[in-house]
């Protein structure tokens, strides 16, 4: 009779600490995001992943042009010969501002080896302009767009939009590595001491 209680307790722990884990996405930290078994819980809890075809790594990026904040337009055929690193992003997404300011001190880090961080916002160019202007100032190219930015995104491998969304790609213009989440400074210093020559 003892025992039940227990074992109530038990389940009632595992329970509690199992929510926390999936509310906090411990286990896309600890399992990787694009892990089968992420994969397998998010499906039994109802949530639907987000579709990232990784198949995008090792094709040629495609090219784009989308309004930038000071009036110009962003290419991607511009920045050939540079490391890119392309960021999704947008003001309502807390990963996203999470992982800005390390985006900011690595630009400055290493824009003297043709590293250059390339921003598109999947917003309106007014929630662009206020974050930017209020909450953190950039040192790298902003481009912005609800419906354009987002069929970008989607051409690059992430359909469902799901943020933050980055990606490197080589001088050539090959996409080299995709992330999808908060990427951390020490994965971006992994990543472009790996692919700078």
Request: aromatic share 10%.
């Amino acid at each position: 009779m003892k025992k039940l209680p227990i074992f109530i307790a038990i389940i009632a722990i595992l329970a509690i600490s199992s929510a926390y884990a999936i509310k906090n996405d411990i286990h896309k930290k600890v399992f990787g995001g694009d892990s089968k078994l992420v994969y397998f819980i998010e499906e039994t809890l109802g949530h639907k992943p987000p579709l990232i075809d990784k198949n995008i790594v090792g094709q040629a990026a495609p090219d784009f042009s989308l309004a930038q904040l000071d009036g110009g337009r962003m290419n991607l055929a511009d920045y050939k010969g540079k490391l890119v690193i392309l960021n999704f992003w947008a003001s309502w997404c807390p990963p996203c501002r999470a992982e800005m300011p390390a985006f900011v001190g690595i630009q400055e880090k290493y824009k003297a080896q043709s590293v250059q961080f390339l921003g598109v916002a999947i917003e309106d160019k007014e929630n662009v302009d206020k974050f930017l202007n209020n909450e953190i100032a950039i040192n790298y190219p902003t481009s912005y767009g609800v419906e354009e930015a987002y069929e970008v995104s989607a051409r690059y491998g992430n359909p469902d939009g799901a943020l933050p969304y980055t990606l490197v790609i080589s001088p050539e213009q090959i996409v080299l590595e995709s992330f999808n989440g908060q990427v951390s400074e020490e994965m971006l210093e992994e990543v472009i001491t790996k692919h700078l020559k």
